[in-house]
């Protein structure tokens, strides 16, 4: 091993003092490994200035030795040498490194494994964690629960090097300020677009309450690697922080258990956690959210009630027109009054050009309009649009025969929440009355096509009888010489993939359920089924940050 990059010190395995040693294996080229790596300098230089008996060893997974040399000589610690690829190599299988970052903790004198659990203790733990044994972690985990039996605003919200939280004015707010009152954890990453859509609802909800003089306050935990980024979002947030950078941040994260952002954990007045994230209430009932303060059953029984009663006097007004804007657009901009409208089956269209299962089905879904338009003028779409440009917009635009909401438009953010929009493409369709009718109208669609039309249960249920009545007199299992297993007939849902034309097929499959195998009734009866319909699609690949499996593409 060496020391230094530049000196190429080597220092003799036999020669490593340290009753605990890391193996740390990691790459420059590592988002994650980047991200981690400031920690495990920061723990290691901590833990040797107190006197600890601890060494780290690299294990690089870089492509070349000038990429390992850059990103070691940032590290104070020993490494493997670049050059021995054997040795690497050997490590890796013997720990079994299947992702970096990867650290394993070992008994420098017995060479026992205490842990590979090591960046999650290192994250969550830093160096209360040492000397990284099941013993030492499973004790914290005891204090863990102990502090939250014993919870108060200031066990959750200060270090013993600090009792204050922050305004974005760098005020100094005492944490003694907070006791009695209703407080919000409230977890932000900035430029993270559904915490930025989240935000400003929150702010209003926040006014709100001071307004009626509620006892409500606000910390935000900032997940930002950076101060500027930080700042940036701090900047329009009218509560408090705890200071970016600050350890208790990370904490935070592992004592909440945060899965998912954004997240509003409220602590209630003595202290106690009332909930571990209100955020789903806050943006299923946007504003009015805070009629159902401090969100206890009896609140949210009233909150659902008013719910339940906006539903049912819904109109297409009331979801497409705001304020003044009254007006949604056809080719050219051309503005197309919402009142025209009204009467009508609408389907609103959540799509975007840089979804390729939107891409995909943009075909499908415009043939299945024309074709419902030749027989019913009291029909439209609405494209409702996730592109990130005016150009990606008009191109994708420009292909649809029907209308849609101006790309930087509010109401777009209003009805992805409303309708719960957690995937692309989707159809929500609304029926003469302005009420809804479907929520899933692209599986309707994609079974049944333009028979779908008019969307409603009603509708959806006479076409599956008939579905049903199709497969009578169909062979209950087959044989089939593409496949070693015997198949079996059953009811599909949604679309699926023939493996044997490759094609797209609906309603009914022969299935082999131990290898996920399909075949469509044609292909596996040797003859077209009447009824049966088949489709191609292609899905081309999501963008950064997007993941699409199957016919959605949803947020990473």
């Not at 010190?9 to 420059?28: H, L, N, Q, R, W």
């Not at 609103?348 to 309009?369: E, I, M, N």
């Not at 007939?489 to 022969?510: A, F, I, K, N, Q």
Request: negative net charge; hydrophobic residues 35%; glycine residues 6%.
């Amino acid at each position: 091993h060496y020391h230094n990059p530049d000196l190429k010190k080597e220092v003799k395995i036999s020669s490593i003092e340290g009753d605990t040693v890391a193996i740390y294996f990691s790459a420059s080229w590592c988002p994650p490994c980047q991200r981690f790596t400031p920690k495990l300098i920061e723990a290691y230089k901590e833990l040797t200035s107190h006197g600890k008996s601890f060494e780290v060893i690299f294990v690089s997974g870089d492509q070349d030795e000038e990429a390992f040399n850059a990103y070691f000589a940032k590290m104070p610690w020993l490494a493997v040498p670049f050059s021995d690829s054997e040795g690497r190599k050997s490590l890796d299988e013997r720990f079994e490194v299947n992702g970096i970052p990867h650290l394993v903790f070992l008994d420098a004198k017995t060479g026992e494994v205490l842990t590979d659990e090591g960046v999650e203790f290192v994250s969550e733990y830093g160096i209360e964690a040492y000397p990284f044994t099941t013993e030492r972690i499973n004790e914290l985990k005891e204090q863990e629960k102990a502090a939250k039996d014993n919870q108060t605003i200031h066990s959750v919200l200060a270090t013993p090097n600090r009792n204050y939280v922050i305004s974005n004015t760098g005020e100094k707010v005492p944490i003694v300020d907070l006791e009695g009152k209703y407080v919000g954890i409230c977890f932000v990453v900035n430029g993270y677009p559904p915490v930025e859509e989240f935000t400003p609802v929150l702010a209003k909800i926040y006014a709100k309450l001071k307004e009626v003089g509620e006892k409500f306050e606000v910390v935000a935990v900032s997940l930002d690697s950076d101060e500027e980024s930080f700042n940036n979002s701090f900047s329009s947030m009218p509560w408090l922080a705890i200071p970016q950078g600050d350890k208790m941040c990370q904490k935070l994260v592992s004592y909440f258990e945060l899965s998912d952002l954004p997240t509003l954990v409220l602590i209630g007045p003595d202290g106690k956690t009332l909930s571990s994230n209100i955020a789903d209430i806050i943006n299923e009932h946007g504003l009015d959210a805070w009629e159902g303060f401090p969100f206890n059953a009896e609140k949210l029984e009233i909150l659902a009630e008013k719910a339940k009663a906006k539903a049912a006097s819904q109109t297409l007004e009331s979801l497409l027109v705001t304020g003044d804007v009254d007006f949604v657009i056809g080719k050219d901009g051309a503005k197309v009054p919402v009142a025209e409208l009204v009467g009508k089956t609408v389907l609103l269209y959540f799509s975007a050009k840089w979804c390729g299962p939107c891409r995909a089905f943009l075909p499908t879904l415009v043939d299945v309009y024309n074709k419902i338009k030749e027989k019913n003028s009291d029909f439209e779409i609405v494209f409702i649009s996730s592109d990130r440009d005016q150009s990606s917009f008009d191109d994708f635009f420009s292909g649809m025969p029907w209308l849609a909401i101006p790309l930087e438009d509010e109401r777009k953010a209003y009805l992805k929440k409303k309708f719960k929009i957690r995937g692309i493409p989707s159809l929500v369709a609304i029926g003469p009355d302005g009420k809804t009718v479907n929520t899933d109208a692209k599986t309707s669609l994609a079974v049944h096509g333009a028979d779908a039309f008019p969307f409603t249960s009603e509708r959806i249920q006479e076409l599956e009888k008939k579905i049903d009545e199709m497969a009578k007199g169909w062979p209950e299992k087959v044989k089939h010489e593409l496949h070693e297993h015997e198949l079996v007939l059953v009811r599909r849902p949604r679309p699926y993939g023939c493996d044997g034309c490759e094609e797209m097929g609906t309603s009914w499959s022969y299935n082999c359920a131990e290898c996920d195998f399909d075949l469509h009734a044609k292909c596996a009866l040797g003859e077209e089924k009447k009824g049966e319909e088949v489709n191609g699609q292609e899905h081309a690949a999501a963008p950064a940050g997007y993941v699409c499996e199957g016919d959605v593409c949803r947020k990473a």
